[in-house]
């Protein structure tokens, strides 16, 4: 993208639009060769990317469920933002790495 200089409202490189997309694409690899049933992923449903990993999940493997943890009340009342699913993920000895 970079060297395409593909820029956005002539601010910045379009280089979230195409990672979402190879991500999902390597997740559903992985599911495949793991025989599972199920992808999922961690976009907030606030924004783009949420679309990004669906759709292509939904293009290139129609079959599988899609999980989208914070799309679901619950979760969201549990862990409103990043801070708290850090929080939550240091208490329980998860190692992260917050942005």
Request: hydrophobic content about 40%; overall charge positive.
């Amino acid at each position: 993208m970079i060297r395409a200089n593909a820029i956005y409202e002539s601010q910045y490189y379009l280089g979230t639009s195409i990672a979402r997309p190879l991500i999902a694409k390597a997740q559903l690899d992985i599911a495949r060769r793991e025989k599972a049933d199920t992808v999922s992923h961690g976009a907030t449903g606030k924004g783009n990317d949420q679309c990004r990993f669906e759709f292509t999940y939904m293009a290139l493997a129609p079959q599988l469920q899609i999980i989208s943890p914070w799309k679901i009340d619950a979760f969201r009342e549990k862990f409103p933002g990043r801070a708290e699913m850090i929080a939550y993920c240091r208490a329980h000895r998860i190692p992260v790495e917050p942005r």
